[in-house]
């Protein structure tokens, strides 16, 4: 079963920033926070993944809570073509299986 | 950028043919992973290789086989297709030696057993 809770369901203004929160209470100290996101028909897109601190990349940006329970992706200037499926999940780092994806939060970008 | 492709995206084949996945990454990634999807069940992991030559069963590996003759290439088989088994099909890679194995996945093949 995947580890984490994320909303089922978002909306967000095409051009405003997207706030994706995921819980992750039970997450142990040497396993990574990921973040995936599935366009519609298309294979999983990785966007980012962290461990303590927050990260950035060209796609979006990772906040994890001191606490590392919880964690927000910012997607800073949502697109259209930003809808899709995104999934977080936590896993040990450096480990070599699967990924499990939950049910994610589906993400609506509105014109 | 990593690429991994996927020899078809759509498929149709018939009750009792063999069928043939093929799947290709250009990254000389060690792992490489077959997925399917299916609508409220996400993805389930069918089988997995970290070395050619070498392959482990994932969670859903009846009917299915796997062949990893060359790093780059990892094909999924279907022995004899069944109605049960169509669903869309991810194919994935990853470096061992990043942190965290990050996956990339290919586009996925969407198979109809007719």
């Known amino acids: 079963d995947a580890k984490t809770t994320q909303p089922p369901s978002m909306d967000c203004a095409e051009g405003r920033a997207a706030n994706l929160p995921c819980n992750h209470s039970t997450i142990s100290g040497n396993e990574y926070v990921y973040w995936y996101r599935q366009i519609h028909s298309q294979g999983p897109q990785y966007i980012i993944h962290?461990?303590?601190n927050n990260e950035t990349n060209e796609m979006a940006s990772l906040i994890i809570t001191e606490d590392r329970k919880s964690s927000t992706l910012i997607l800073p200037h949502a697109t259209l073509r930003d809808t899709a499926v995104y999934y977080c999940?936590?896993?040990?780092?450096?480990?070599?299986?699967?990924?499990?994806f939950g049910k994610g939060t589906k993400l609506s970008v509105k014109p | 950028d990593v690429k991994v492709t996927q020899s078809s995206r759509y498929l149709v084949k018939r009750t009792g043919e063999k069928v043939f996945l093929e799947c290709v990454q250009d990254?000389?990634?060690?792992?490489m992973f077959w997925y399917r999807q299916d609508p409220g069940l996400g993805l389930r992991l069918i089988y997995f290789s970290y070395d050619v030559k070498m392959k482990e069963k994932g969670d859903i590996p009846e009917g299915y086989s796997v062949s990893r003759e060359k790093k780059e290439r990892f094909s999924l088989i279907l022995e004899s297709a069944s109605t049960n088994q169509t669903s869309m099909y991810l194919c994935?890679?990853?470096?061992?030696?990043?942190?965290?194995?990050?996956?990339?996945f290919g586009p996925g093949t969407r198979l109809l057993v007719l």
């Open positions: 962290g461990l303590k």
């Open positions: 990254m000389d990634h060690e792992n």
């Open positions: 994935a890679s990853s470096n061992i030696a990043a942190v965290g194995g990050t996956q990339y």
């Open positions: 999940i936590v896993r040990v780092g450096g480990s070599q299986g699967n990924l499990i």
